[in-house]
């Protein structure tokens, strides 16, 4: 038998004057979570199982971006999306531009079970969502009016910041990320008080040192309709293999060119490195500009994250007692 | 060092009967476009610009599968998808869900040049196209009214420069139907060839009969800077579900590029996606130090099971390799020091 670990992130990049109050309700969501997903842990639920449970409730609380609480796109809609892997047949499932869904992350994984494919979006995935029957809801259950606020914010600060940052032709321009970071307190163009990092991630390991990941989010405040970020996209946000189970949340784009969770899985494969290592090497090396941060498991019970980010949601257990839960480095 | 360049119609279950009619086309399709890579590579084309240009070529002819030719959904629609990378600043596009671009390839890259965005897919994607076709126009007209006044704007004209063989274009979704995939569709739907469920299984998936997911198109090429980059696009599988992404769109498993080498993969979606195939090219040359040889090798003898891959791929230095586990793949490749191989199976001509 080995040793469980568990792991669960609310985004990485936070707003240095984000009220007190805010980060003691992010902690103890963090908190929550991760005694909900141990008690699953200790009656032997498998990883697969405990990602998603852990993500649902995520997703049901308002207080991260994701499901309920989820950015708004340019048009003051909600499109979510997610995805989960199973590390030991690495299946794995992905849904984007979901408005109905009240839980994306249990679509990902009937996606992964229930249909020949393994992503499926937009139209296409709400009408797979109805003939599974999941819970749906209105698109107005998922917009709070704190991101209401957000979003006209957010126009107002990117009329000026995306006109300065729309490569003008040639592919000698540099596009997202690049240009738009050289404030560190920027982050994907936004003004980081504006900007939602707060996409949600659970990664496990348990007893039976099977890995899994989950991640799911509303993406990036004031998006174009149609965005796809990373956290759909199984090698870039999202990653579990028989050695790992990757979750990443950040500057999407940045992830994307990286295929970060996949390159800590790789690093691990190909070369060797421990999971401490491999976090590390991938948050060195492999991000550019781009600002990010990651959650991670092995089949041996341990547990890392890392970010370049100043700071991430993020909390943590392992078998052995092991417990912490926090926000800047 | 020196160019090289390769492209693909798509692996898969390819007949080794398969009727002259339906073979000549193909292979003569494959040779056009060979030729067009290798000449934008002889004029000192950026390797961007070829895989665009050949890929856009490929697209256009309705043998293969993507653009006109794609493939139908369940609902008897076409939902193009795509991607554009280039290797050394490892800036990307990618597009899903298209109903009317022409080509698709070209507006993936309009959204890696023109968005600060990756990824662009269904409504979100279109209306975006329509956007930059209205540029484009607009730019066309004031060419013509104000030609000298125009010549002071380097943007607008550099647009202009590209209209040759770039841009994007809209069209009547009935455009890309082809009467051959009506009669698959409809095959398909009788045959029930809906994919078992069970992924995980995929040795047992059924022989596609026919090649139900045949003929994605993608371009790798190296130009003598040392430029990589890497384009794939497709209409997807016969009979998919509205919605259905494949591993075409996906950075690292579809399509993937970086200093070291340029990848495009083909065969079944599902096994490439979780095997993130054209990423772990890359990643086994960069962190096991194999060739380009080697590690697409090891990539598609070892980690993909059988019958499910095809690649090509081209690394800094000028090498090239195509191999694929599946019955055959159409591909052919070329290089600057006179290689050059146009083929279907395992036996080469």
């Known amino acids: ?329 | 060092m020196g160019w090289a360049i390769a492209l693909h119609g798509g692996a898969g279950d390819i007949p080794v009967t398969m009727p002259p009619e339906r073979r000549q086309p193909r292979e003569a399709a494959l040779r056009h476009c060979l030729d067009i890579g290798v000449d934008a590579l002889k004029s000192q084309k950026h390797a961007l610009d070829v895989v665009e240009l050949v890929v856009r070529e490929l697209e256009n002819n309705p043998n293969f599968n993507a653009g006109k030719g794609s493939v139908l959904t369940n609902a008897g629609t076409v939902e193009m998808e795509a991607c554009i990378m280039d290797g050394n600043t490892k800036r990307c596009g990618a597009v899903s869900g298209l109903t009317n671009v022409i080509n698709p390839i070209s507006l993936s890259r309009l959204v890696m040049e023109k968005t600060p965005h990756i990824y662009l897919a269904f409504d979100g994607a279109e209306a975006f196209a329509r956007e930059q076709v209205l540029i484009f126009n607009l730019a066309l007209r004031f060419t013509w009214l104000h030609s000298p006044l125009f010549l002071l704007i380097p943007v607008e004209l550099s647009l202009l420069q590209r209209k040759e063989n770039s841009g994007v274009e809209t069209i009547d979704s009935s455009h890309f139907i082809t009467p051959e995939n009506i009669e698959r569709l409809k095959q398909a739907k009788e045959a029930k060839r809906v994919q078992p469920i069970q992924k995980d299984v995929e040795k047992e998936l059924p022989a596609a009969s026919g090649g139900s997911q045949l003929g994605t198109v993608g371009c790798v090429a190296v130009d003598n800077q040392g430029n990589l980059a890497a384009a794939t696009s497709t209409g997807g599988l016969v009979n998919k579900m509205v919605g259905r992404i494949g591993d075409t769109p996906i950075i690292g498993s579809g399509t993937y590029a970086n200093n070291l080498c340029a990848v495009s993969a083909t065969g079944k979606g599902e096994a490439i996606i979780r095997h993130t195939v054209a990423r772990d090219v890359a990643a086994v040359m960069e962190f096991k130090g194999l060739s380009l040889k080697e590690a697409s090798a090891y990539v598609v003898e070892e980690c993909v099971p059988r019958g499910n891959v095809g690649l090509i791929a081209v690394s800094a230095s000028g090498e090239v390799t195509m191999p694929f586990n599946t019955t055959g793949m159409f591909r052919a490749c070329a290089t600057e020091d006179g290689y050059s191989q146009i083929g279907i199976w395992t036996s080469v001509e």
């Open chain 1, 1 to 329: 038998m080995g040793k469980w670990a568990i792991a669960v992130h609310g985004g990485a990049g936070v707003d240095p004057n984000l009220p007190v109050q805010r980060q003691e309700a992010a902690k103890q969501l963090l908190t929550r979570c991760l005694n909900l997903g141990i008690s699953a842990l200790r009656s032997n639920c498998p990883a697969i199982d405990v990602v998603e449970l852990v993500v649902r409730e995520l997703e049901t609380d308002p207080l991260f971006n994701s499901g309920r609480g989820s950015a708004l796109t340019e048009n003051g809609t909600v499109e979510m999306e997610a995805s989960i892997m199973d590390g030991p047949k690495r299946r794995c499932g992905a849904v984007s531009g979901l408005t109905t869904v009240k839980n994306p992350i249990s679509l990902a994984r009937l996606v992964m079970e229930k249909s020949p494919h393994s992503y499926l979006a937009f139209s296409g995935a709400e009408e797979f969502a109805r003939q599974q029957g999941v819970e749906l809801v209105d698109n107005e259950y998922f917009i709070t009016e704190e991101n209401l606020g957000m979003l006209k914010l957010a126009k107002e600060a990117n009329s000026i910041l995306f006109d300065y940052r729309i490569p003008n032709g040639g592919f000698e321009t540099c596009s997202a990320g690049a240009a738009a970071t050289d404030s560190p307190l920027q982050m994907n163009g936004l003004p980081i008080s504006l900007y939602a990092p707060e996409t949600v991630g659970c990664v496990v390991v348990d007893q039976e040192g099977r890995c899994a990941a989950a991640t799911s989010t509303g993406g990036l405040m004031n998006k174009r309709t149609g965005r796809i970020g990373d956290s759909p996209l199984i090698g870039a946000g999202t990653y579990a293999s028989n050695l790992c189970g990757v979750s990443c949340t950040g500057e999407g784009e940045a992830i994307i060119r990286a295929t970060l969770a996949r390159d800590v899985a790789a690093v691990m494969e190909y070369k060797g490195l421990c999971l401490q290592e491999a976090v590390d090497f991938v948050i060195k090396e492999r991000l550019d500009e781009g600002q990010a941060g990651l959650i991670a498991v092995s089949k041996n019970g341990e547990v890392a994250c890392g970010f370049n980010a100043n700071g991430m949601f993020r909390g943590c257990a392992t078998e052995d007692g092991f417990m912490e839960v926090g926000i800047w480095p």
